[in-house]
């Protein structure tokens, strides 16, 4: 088994982009997630809510962001993780974030459609893992719905794209680590796994929701719902809702890259 792919995703709902290699500080991916928009009531916004954030591209050279739509010109902006500090919404947490000013404020809300501002982790920034899956006390990950990475199975999608009438890319899903040379939902009996030479527990299946719904380049949901439909048919947890994908929590700061080794220790 091998990494196939990996992706990170700047601004949390945004385009993602594809990488070479990454690497892995203690929230999961560098420059992956530490930016959020929020609404006028600072509560997080994603493609559940505004699926025509797919449409939106934003690239991060170091601390520059520049961010790219249609109909609108590039926006350029260097981060500024020592922003005035505001209270963010995601999910039950309530997270200092800071706020990266009106400018890039009004550029946002121009190309969303709806009042938001960027919010960046940053200095002041904290998020707890929900303790009833982490596997290690206090640990953090940044405005990623729940955990440093998440990894999916090649084969996963293969098995799956063989049952719709209309196959779907795997950017579909937004994974983090895409692995090759598994069986199909193989992921889902992972424990601890060696990505490289990074070590990482597999914490929680990963339930899915409206995304992968959204076509990753128009922002147009599908309207029969699928894949989430027939994936809801063929792997459903109770409790849990439609299966893709595992995530992980590293157990410690690393790079990964195209081509490493994947090897399930547990």
């Not at 949901?221 to 048919?233: V, Y």
């Amino acid at each position: 088994m091998q990494i196939a792919s990996l992706a990170r995703y700047p601004i949390k709902g945004c385009r993602g982009q594809l990488v070479p290699s990454v690497e892995i500080d203690a929230l999961g991916v560098v420059g992956d997630r530490r930016l959020m928009l929020v609404d006028s009531a600072h509560r997080f916004l994603s493609q559940r809510e505004v699926p025509a954030l797919a449409t939106v591209e934003p690239m991060l050279d170091g601390p520059m962001l520049a961010v790219r739509a249609a109909g609108a010109p590039t926006l350029s902006h260097e981060l500024d993780p020592e922003g005035t500090p505001i209270e963010v919404r995601i999910w039950k947490d309530l997270v200092t974030a800071h706020d990266q000013g009106d400018r890039v404020a009004a550029w946002f809300t121009a190309a969303a459609g709806i009042p938001c501002r960027l919010v960046m982790f940053g200095a002041a920034s904290h998020r707890e893992i929900d303790p009833e899956w982490s596997v290690r006390p206090g640990a953090e990950t940044a405005f990623a719905d729940g955990y440093p990475l998440l990894a999916v199975v090649e084969a996963s999608l293969d098995a799956l794209n063989a049952v719709l009438d209309t196959p779907v890319p795997m950017g579909r899903f937004r994974p983090s680590v895409v692995v090759s040379g598994a069986e199909a939902w193989s992921e889902a009996a992972w424990t601890t796994i060696a990505l490289g030479s990074l070590v990482a527990d597999a914490v929680k299946p990963c339930a899915r929701c409206l995304v992968p719904t959204t076509d990753q380049f128009t922002g147009a949901r599908d309207p029969d719902q699928e894949p989430l439909r027939t994936l809801a048919r063929l792997r459903t947890i109770a409790g849990l809702g439609a299966i893709f994908g595992q995530n992980l929590m590293p157990r410690a700061p690393g790079t990964l890259a195209l081509g490493d080794a994947v090897t399930v220790l547990a």
